[in-house]
């Protein structure tokens, strides 16, 4: 441990955001670069508690040894910490930026100070390696004569291909995009994670001897018998993107849209393509209302920015919840508190307030010549058992009436679709509609894996990547009779 009393010396600092007079302007990634020397005394006040709850279950799913590289940067050991951050993590570009930082929550030392800045330390590792020119292909030594399809290349998907190409398979990554990634080239916007850098590890990958194929839906264009003849084992890692939506009267009306119809456009046309203007759904001039208050929803909010909206609000269903943890939120537990995200940051600049609007219930929409104009609402109020809302009834003579030329409705995701491979592997599903898999991920048809959302459900970036990671273990022990690749105990 390099300093010991680093954690009573130096405060929590991480990086500034670029002023909102400015960043709104581009698509460019909100977040300044901090300086080495600030970087070091952020990974001096990691603790060596003794018990690292950070890379726990509580804490990173990766399993990130987090002490060890904190360490490593206080003592300006850069090589050193990339070698410790990649025995891990495949990704750590992606998760130092797009990450909520579970692991942060479950510092030890966030128990009664701010935490360490375990993700702006974890991104400052990889970005420093790429630019000393650390991070070079690394293609496996010898290759065995096996062959795994990989159907989905978000982040389960890349974590699965690259854990077993490093065993020596030969693996072919199926996208039905026209771009590799999958959320994170197109569900994720640029001002939080910049496509050149997706693009960056795609092209490691493929120089690493992996291949990708693009424009590939399988069950649809690919069939899956195809795969099941030419492969000798599939993992499914397509993402859970059957969208929940919202059934009141008006819902018909143009103008009403879900997030993930509305974000992949904007990605897609910063990065060059041409959506025809009738086809592009833009929030220039209009009075945006965004249903959802989640992540996607604040994803959804700084897109309409940029794109200069006249108006926007978010609404959500729940009641806002607490600042600070409550007793029914137990350190070293993730706490569902209140947050401000950079675009929460951004809308606020304008108005002077939270755009944010709790406990609130869509009624109905209504519109002129078949396009959205109102959206009418009401006030709710919650019965609680802690912080924890369970029951909830409308306020008699709350409702209220609002100017919406652009409805987005960010309200999660119920399961993967069922259409395609799921459906012609015949593959069982759990009572949520994912694919059920025994402790190896392997479904029920021998061969035939699954990973990521598609498996547990909507979940974080950093939990497809630990999924795709475990997976590449069992197809791994199942084509080879055992496997050297890193395991962890997630189930």
Known sequence: MGK??????????????????????????????????????????????????????????????????????????????IEMLHKTNNFPEFTGRICPAPCEEACVLGINEK??????????????????????????????????????????????????????????????????????????????????????????????????????NVGFNIKVADLRRDFDAIVLCGGSTLARDIDVPGRDLNGIHLAMTYLPMQNKTTLGNRIPEREFINAKG??????????????????????????????????????????????????MIYRVSSAHEEAAVPTGHDVRDFAINTKSFSGENGVVKKLQGIRLEWEM??????????????????????????????????EGPISQLGVKLDQRGNVLVDQNYMSNISGVFAAGDMRRGQSLVVWAISEGRQAAVGVDEFLMGRSDLPKMKLF
């Open 115 to 216: 935490p360490v800045t375990i993700k702006s330390i974890e991104q400052n590792i990889i970005d420093h390696a790429f630019k000393e020119g650390w991070i070079k292909p690394c293609p496996p030594a010898m290759r065995t004569d096996k062959k795994v399809a990989v159907v989905g290349s978000g982040p389960a998907g890349l974590g699965c291909a690259a854990q077993l190409n490093k065993a020596g398979h030969q693996v072919t990554v199926f996208e039905r995009a026209d771009r590799i990634g999958g959320l994170l080239m197109y569900g994720i916007p640029n001002f939080k994670l910049e496509k050149h850098i997706v693009n960056r590890r795609v092209d490691l990958m493929k120089a690493e001897g992996i291949n990708f194929v693009t424009s590939a």
């Open 385 to 418: 058992q802690g912080s924890r809302p369970v029951k909830m009834k409308e306020i008699p003579g709350s409702e209220f009436t609002l100017d919406c030329d652009l409805c987005l409705l960010a309200l999660g995701f119920i399961s993967p679709e069922p």
């Open 4 to 81: 010991p009393t680093g954690f009573k010396e130096f405060k929590r600092e991480t990086a500034a955001r670029r002023p909102v007079e400015l960043r709104i302007l581009d698509w460019n990634e909100v977040y300044l670069d901090i300086a080495e020397e600030k970087l070091k005394l952020q990974g001096a006040r990691c603790m060596d508690c003794g018990i690292p709850f950070c890379h726990g279950p509580a804490g990173c799913p990766l399993g990130n040894i987090i002490p060890e590289w904190s360490d490593l940067i206080y003592k300006g050991r850069w090589h050193d910490a």
């Open 286 to 335: 209009k009075h945006v209302i965004i249903l959802g208050g989640g992540d996607t929803g604040a994803d959804c909010l700084g897109t309409a920015i940029r794109q200069g909206c006249k108006s926007v609000q978010q609404f959500e269903l729940l009641p806002k919840p607490p600042t600070v943890r409550v007793q029914d939120m137990p350190w070293p537990y993730w706490p």
